[in-house]
């Protein structure tokens, strides 16, 4: 096939993923945007499978491996919206194997041909693609684990002494290994084989010490590193398009991590050595507070009487998949002539636009979704504030608290409303494992519980008056 064609397939392509990355930013093009990536996907495969090279291979392999994808990733389609953050780890994961095992078949390849076309750019090139790829392979298993919280990885971060001067000489090794790989391949080919295992088991290494709490961020940065090794793939191989989607995937995993640490008020360095997510010792001691606590047809009569409800959806309505029977209340409530709004934190949930998800599949109307700076100067005239199953995004303590962990992150003032109804099924603390104190104020009811089952019985009530 003419090399003009495959080009053209990748130049669509290219401009194919920068507007899916475009239209994805907002809910109402979010679809075509989807649409749009696996266009280009498709366009990419098929450019690069009518390249003259591959033709001429065996195609019976890369059928094998079509089938082979499609077995592991159709049931991984499968899994339910709280599990998508370890299913992405699982993608990047394989993302970074693969990444990693073109680089090891190159380095091979071009040695068995006399080492034709390894200059030291490509041997550069051909360690960064090994060393991420394989990192990001263990390091993405590990974190899937950890957020699957399977029994023998311990989702509670790792720590022992001298753990950072190990693991930074474990990659300072493997980095001197790669310089001078690059500087005499031939008489130091013998090394290849250690930056693989260096990089295998750097990637394990890097993840023990963090707790599950803080996974989303590190699934978002593993993400950029599989992007980054995917660009130096694509300098090896000779393949824009793998330069251009490399580098696109490398900076959106980059620019979602510093936008979830930047709403958690958190820096890098916190997020990967703070062992952030243990449950502190004061959270058990404060539960000698007494919080009141209603029934849901209280609640429900609350909120008949309100002019203004804030919703303000958290975890726990995800875990409960309560978002049918809030639309429910939502519809009694405007049928009533009561202003609803849904008051949506950054990173509420698991992953960003957690929330955002899940309203949007109850269809609850998007111009209700309003973003926390944008709501919280409302907060003081709202009558009733109902919180589903969320903790740490409307704990004061992110801003009285100087010694809390989560000091300094940014939350929905749930506590300047007139009334707050807390929906959760015990006093247990949230993801950063630490009391809030907002369940103990004054204005505060809690409706213990079930998120859905709650949530069901509030609209009951509201459906038969
Ligand atoms: P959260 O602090 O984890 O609290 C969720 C609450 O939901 C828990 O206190 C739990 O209390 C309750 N809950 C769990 N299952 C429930 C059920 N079936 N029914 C009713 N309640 C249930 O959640 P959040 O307020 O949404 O905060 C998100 C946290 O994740 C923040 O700390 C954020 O920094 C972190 N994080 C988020 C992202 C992201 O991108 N979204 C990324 C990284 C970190 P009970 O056990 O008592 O029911």
């Given at each position: 096939m003419n090399n003009n064609t495959i080009q053209l397939a990748y130049l669509l392509a290219t401009a194919l993923f920068i507007f899916s990355l475009k239209w994805m930013n907002h809910p109402s093009t979010a679809r075509r945007g989807v649409l749009a990536g696996v266009a280009a996907m498709l366009m990419a495969v098929v450019g690069t499978l009518i390249n003259p090279g591959i033709v001429a291979a065996n195609f019976k392999w890369i059928a094998l491996a079509v089938i082979a994808g499609t077995i592991i990733g159709v049931p991984l389609s499968w899994v339910p919206l709280t599990a998508v953050p370890q299913r992405t780890a699982l993608s990047h994961a394989f993302g970074g194997l693969a990444a990693g095992l073109v680089g090891v078949a190159e380095f091979y390849d071009k040695f068995a041909v006399g080492?034709?076309?390894?200059?030291?750019?490509?041997?550069?090139?051909?360690?960064?693609?090994?060393?991420?790829?394989?990192?990001?392979?263990?390091?993405?298993?590990?974190?899937?684990g950890k957020l699957q919280e399977l029994k023998f990885i311990p989702s509670r971060p790792v720590t022992y002494r001298g753990q950072n001067v190990m693991n930074l000489s474990l990659l300072g090794l493997a980095l001197i290994f790669c310089v001078l790989l690059v500087a005499h391949t031939h008489k130091y080919q013998h090394l290849f084989p250690f930056v693989v295992l260096l990089a295998l088991v750097f990637g394990v290494l890097l993840i023990i010490p963090i707790g599950g709490a803080d996974m989303p961020t590190v699934i978002s940065l593993l993400n950029s590193y599989a992007g980054l090794s995917a660009v130096a793939m694509g300098f090896v191989t000779n393949n824009k398009l793998l330069i251009t989607a490399g580098a696109l995937d490398g900076s959106s995993g980059l620019i979602l991590s510093i936008i979830m640490c930047k709403a958690m008020n958190r820096s890098f360095t916190n997020v990967l050595f703070g062992a952030f997510g243990q449950v502190t010792a004061g959270a058990a001691e404060a539960q000698k507070k007494t919080a009141k606590s209603c029934a849901p047809n209280d609640a429900a009569q609350l909120m008949e009487q309100a002019s203004l409800v804030v919703i303000v959806?958290?975890?726990?309505?995800?875990?409960?998949?309560?978002?049918?029977?809030?639309?429910?209340?939502?519809?009694?409530?405007?049928?009533?002539?009561?202003?609803?709004?849904?008051?949506?934190?950054?990173?509420?949930?698991?992953?960003?636009?957690?929330?955002?998800?899940?309203?949007?599949?109850?269809?609850?109307?998007?111009?209700?979704?309003?973003?926390?700076?944008?709501?919280?100067?409302?907060?003081?005239?709202c009558d009733v504030c109902l919180v589903i199953g969320a903790n740490d995004v409307v704990n004061p303590a992110a801003r009285n608290n100087k010694g809390s962990p989560i000091y300094g992150m940014p939350i929905i003032d749930a506590d300047k409303a007139k009334t707050v109804l807390a929906i959760k099924r015990s006093m247990n603390p949230g993801f950063a494992g630490i009391e809030n104190e907002l369940y103990y104020a004054e204005r505060t009811l809690m409706v213990f519980g079930d998120a859905k089952a709650v949530t069901g019985e509030i609209a009951k009530t509201l459906a038969s008056e």
């Open positions: 080492g034709q076309g390894l200059g030291r750019f490509e041997v550069g090139a051909l360690c960064a693609e090994v060393l991420l790829g394989f990192l990001t392979f263990t390091g993405s298993l590990m974190a899937a959806p958290g975890y726990g309505m995800a875990v409960a998949q309560a978002q049918h029977r809030v639309r429910e209340i939502y519809d009694q409530l405007t049928k009533r002539g009561i202003t609803v709004k849904f008051a949506i934190h950054p990173v509420a949930g698991r992953m960003p636009g957690h929330m955002n998800v899940l309203l949007a599949e109850a269809e609850i109307p998007y111009e209700d979704l309003v973003e926390m700076d944008e709501i919280n100067p409302e907060m003081p005239q």
